[in-house]
């Protein structure tokens, strides 16, 4: 068992290490802070990348936190004729469903009716793959709720939405969490979905109906180029991606940590 | 689970009330809350059911000109060649099934080993500790394990494969083109790497919440800490564990940036571990914003369209195995 869970940990810390030595030398300000310089020239950065990848995360997470919590409530709290077990069983089928079947779906959605791409449908590939995993991982944390604490606030006159919202949530919200930051950190390093929805932008943009450069498909542009510089910069942009991932969860742990010991 | 749960109203209404009169005003107003409360997440569930119908509905109509052209065909043909608009596609369906289903033999024993570890073998202050690698491990964007086994992994599995060709090329998985380095074998070893911490991470979650007091109870009956864990903790928990194992096949069949770094990119049929062979996600990847005409545009929708049929197919077989597994147990499951 102790054997299982060391090849796990070789290969973190064997990834880690890689990202570490190849891309730490090469951030500085300049990284963080310009636009990518044209091809073959050494220099620039990622800012753009960066500023993209956030936005388009954030507006996915709005649109897949209410839908997926919503929806396993509905499942797990409102037990209905058939209902509720096809939604369970249909949000299986999502997580089945490839990251690049998702960018066909919005390419199809919103790319070709609006006529081009566009950091939104990038947004919509993104919520759409995370949506499923936050369904699922809410639906196992409430089943687990003990039915004697929800009896139990039931008994005292409270109403079922607040016993839900005050006692069922609450007491499985860890694992809530952890299935959010599963869902956010598997979308925010998602590329194959971005490749033809978000597709990537040079230059600065803020606008959602404008095709948007993220840091995932700038790691692919610069990884699979000829460049020698091109391959370190796509260590730097990884460290650097890397780096925001370990940060969220890093945080998110402290925060569980101080609400646990309340 | 399955049964019904007494809502505030029901739960009030057989008992003989306290007061004397009649509460039906204050009892009004908490159905008129848990009435909206109903309705919002019915309808955010039942927009769960119209997204997976869009999904259904866009892709068989983006990939309708191909269906008309070739229809099933397009599944056990050989060809692919966007100069003559002949396109079919079994070498890739073949190709993303073997590395998908090598990389999930591979990682769930693993997975579910360090899971049961963490949860029954490691004393509560320590258990944060040893899930945080799996945790930071999962968190780790695919483009990343993509180029780690691009640069750092495939060298390795290429003087692998060099070496099992020299001394056990007589068995025809090892019969390839060795010298590569890209190719099945490691595309399915980096997938077994990237679905491992989601497997582990969610069957961890799950073990930890079987109740502390069947264990127990099961040790206080004489039973060894593992025909605890093998009787009581696995099977009180195989549906979230099997639920774990389809994520990871999910991902596993879906992945597209490392499988489209490391597979090896060519459109032939699988005859060795170490040919390099398209993905089905690693061909749209690879071709879709190349292709130029609406035939080539649709073929490759219809790729992505079978690519979701076989997910369904895998989901479908994996509820049947989870029913069938819970039917005569449900009573430790509830």
Redesign the interface.
Same mark, same amino acid.
């Given at each position: 068992?102790?054997?299982?869970?060391s090849?796990?940990?070789f290969?973190?810390v064997? %990834? !880690?290490g /890689?990202?570490l030595v190849?891309g730490a030398s090469y951030i500085n300000w300049e990284f963080l802070t310009a636009l990518p310089a044209p091809a073959g020239e050494s220099g620039g950065g990622i800012a753009n990348a960066l500023v993209g990848s956030l936005l388009i995360v954030i507006v996915a997470s709005l649109m897949a936190l209410?839908?997926g919590i919503?929806?396993a409530?509905? %499942?797990?709290?409102?037990?209905s004729h058939g209902?509720?077990h096809?939604?369970r069983?249909?949000?299986?089928? &999502?997580?089945?469903?490839?990251?690049?079947?998702v960018g066909?779906?919005a /390419?199809?959605?919103v790319v070709k009716p609006w006529g081009g791409f566009s950091a939104f449908a990038g947004s919509v590939s993104y919520a759409?793959i995370m949506?499923?995993?936050i !369904?699922?991982?809410a639906h196992? $944390?409430l089943?687990?709720v003990p039915?004697s604490l929800?009896?139990a606030s039931?008994?005292l006159?409270?109403?079922? #939405?607040?016993?839900?919202l005050g006692v069922v949530l609450p007491v499985s919200s860890r694992?809530l969490i952890?299935g959010v %930051? &599963?869902a956010i950190?598997r979308a925010?390093?998602? $590329?194959?979905p971005m490749?033809?929805t978000a597709f990537g932008n040079p230059f600065w943009n803020l606008n959602m109906a404008k095709p948007m450069a993220t840091v995932?498909t700038l790691?692919?542009t610069y $990884?699979?180029g000829p460049y020698e510089d091109w391959?370190r910069k796509? #260590?730097a942009a990884?460290f650097v991606?890397?780096v925001v991932?370990?940060v969220?969860?890093v945080l998110t742990?402290a925060f569980l940590r101080g609400k646990s010991n309340e | 689970?399955?049964?019904?749960?007494?809502?505030?109203g029901s739960?009030?209404h057989g008992l003989p009330s306290a007061e004397p009169r009649p509460v039906s005003a204050r009892r009004q107003v908490?159905n008129v809350?848990?009435r909206?409360?109903?309705i919002?997440?019915?309808s955010?569930?039942?927009?769960?059911?119209v997204?997976?119908v869009?999904?259904v509905w866009? @892709?068989v109509? =983006?990939a309708w000109e191909a269906i008309r052209q070739f229809g099933l065909g397009f599944i056990v043909g050989t060809t692919w060649d966007p100069v003559t608009r002949v396109f079919s596609t079994l070498p890739t369906i073949i190709g993303t099934l073997v590395k998908g289903f090598i990389g999930v033999f591979l990682a769930v024993?693993?997975?579910? =080993?360090?899971a049961?570890?963490?949860a029954f073998?490691t004393p509560k202050w320590l258990r944060?500790v040893?899930s945080?690698?799996?945790?930071?491990?999962?968190?780790?964007?695919?483009?990343?394990?993509?180029?780690?086994a691009?640069?750092?992994m495939v060298p390795i599995v290429r003087v692998f494969q060099i070496w099992l060709k020299a001394n056990f090329g007589w068995f025809f998985l090892f019969d390839g083109p060795a010298v590569y380095g890209v190719g099945v074998l490691a595309g399915s070893l980096i997938l077994a790497?990237m679905i491992?911490?989601?497997i582990?991470?969610?069957s961890k979650?799950?073990l930890l919440?079987v109740p502390r007091a069947q264990i127990e109870g099961m040790l206080a009956l004489g039973a060894t800490k593992w025909e605890a864990i093998w009787q009581v903790a696995l099977p009180y928990s195989r549906i =979230?564990l099997f639920?774990a194992v389809?994520?990871g @096949?999910?991902?596993a @069949?879906?992945?597209?940036?490392a499988v489209t770094?490391v597979g090896g990119n060519s459109f032939a049929m699988i005859h060795s571990l170490f040919d390099p062979v398209h993905s089905?996600?690693s061909q749209?990847?690879s071709e879709?914003?190349e292709a130029t005409y609406s035939l080539y545009v649709s073929s490759?929708?219809y790729v =992505?369209l079978i690519?979701?049929g076989i997910?369904?197919l895998?989901?479908?077989l994996?509820?049947l195995l989870i029913w069938r597994m819970a039917k005569g147990k449900l009573a430790i499951l509830e």
């Amino acid at each position: 068992m102790l054997c299982c869970l060391s090849v796990s940990v070789f290969f973190l810390v064997a %990834i !880690l290490g /890689y990202v570490l030595v190849n891309g730490a030398s090469y951030i500085n300000w300049e990284f963080l802070t310009a636009l990518p310089a044209p091809a073959g020239e050494s220099g620039g950065g990622i800012a753009n990348a960066l500023v993209g990848s956030l936005l388009i995360v954030i507006v996915a997470s709005l649109m897949a936190l209410p839908i997926g919590i919503g929806a396993a409530i509905f %499942i797990n709290e409102f037990p209905s004729h058939g209902t509720g077990h096809t939604i369970r069983f249909l949000a299986e089928v &999502l997580t089945g469903v490839p990251a690049i079947v998702v960018g066909l779906f919005a /390419y199809d959605l919103v790319v070709k009716p609006w006529g081009g791409f566009s950091a939104f449908a990038g947004s919509v590939s993104y919520a759409f793959i995370m949506v499923p995993i936050i !369904l699922i991982t809410a639906h196992e $944390a409430l089943r687990l709720v003990p039915d004697s604490l929800r009896e139990a606030s039931l008994a005292l006159g409270i109403p079922k #939405w607040r016993t839900i919202l005050g006692v069922v949530l609450p007491v499985s919200s860890r694992a809530l969490i952890t299935g959010v %930051i &599963l869902a956010i950190s598997r979308a925010l390093g998602e $590329a194959a979905p971005m490749l033809f929805t978000a597709f990537g932008n040079p230059f600065w943009n803020l606008n959602m109906a404008k095709p948007m450069a993220t840091v995932p498909t700038l790691i692919y542009t610069y $990884a699979t180029g000829p460049y020698e510089d091109w391959h370190r910069k796509a #260590w730097a942009a990884s460290f650097v991606l890397l780096v925001v991932v370990l940060v969220t969860s890093v945080l998110t742990r402290a925060f569980l940590r101080g609400k646990s010991n309340e | 689970m399955s049964e019904p749960q007494a809502t505030a109203g029901s739960l009030t209404h057989g008992l003989p009330s306290a007061e004397p009169r009649p509460v039906s005003a204050r009892r009004q107003v908490i159905n008129v809350g848990d009435r909206v409360f109903y309705i919002i997440t019915r309808s955010l569930g039942i927009f769960v059911i119209v997204l997976a119908v869009l999904l259904v509905w866009n @892709l068989v109509d =983006g990939a309708w000109e191909a269906i008309r052209q070739f229809g099933l065909g397009f599944i056990v043909g050989t060809t692919w060649d966007p100069v003559t608009r002949v396109f079919s596609t079994l070498p890739t369906i073949i190709g993303t099934l073997v590395k998908g289903f090598i990389g999930v033999f591979l990682a769930v024993p693993i997975s579910i =080993g360090s899971a049961i570890f963490i949860a029954f073998y490691t004393p509560k202050w320590l258990r944060p500790v040893l899930s945080y690698p799996i945790e930071l491990l999962a968190g780790i964007p695919s483009i990343i394990f993509g180029m780690w086994a691009l640069f750092a992994m495939v060298p390795i599995v290429r003087v692998f494969q060099i070496w099992l060709k020299a001394n056990f090329g007589w068995f025809f998985l090892f019969d390839g083109p060795a010298v590569y380095g890209v190719g099945v074998l490691a595309g399915s070893l980096i997938l077994a790497i990237m679905i491992t911490p989601i497997i582990t991470s969610i069957s961890k979650e799950i073990l930890l919440t079987v109740p502390r007091a069947q264990i127990e109870g099961m040790l206080a009956l004489g039973a060894t800490k593992w025909e605890a864990i093998w009787q009581v903790a696995l099977p009180y928990s195989r549906i =979230g564990l099997f639920g774990a194992v389809m994520l990871g @096949l999910g991902r596993a @069949l879906g992945e597209t940036m490392a499988v489209t770094m490391v597979g090896g990119n060519s459109f032939a049929m699988i005859h060795s571990l170490f040919d390099p062979v398209h993905s089905m996600a690693s061909q749209i990847a690879s071709e879709f914003t190349e292709a130029t005409y609406s035939l080539y545009v649709s073929s490759l929708i219809y790729v =992505g369209l079978i690519l979701f049929g076989i997910t369904i197919l895998t989901s479908l077989l994996a509820q049947l195995l989870i029913w069938r597994m819970a039917k005569g147990k449900l009573a430790i499951l509830e």
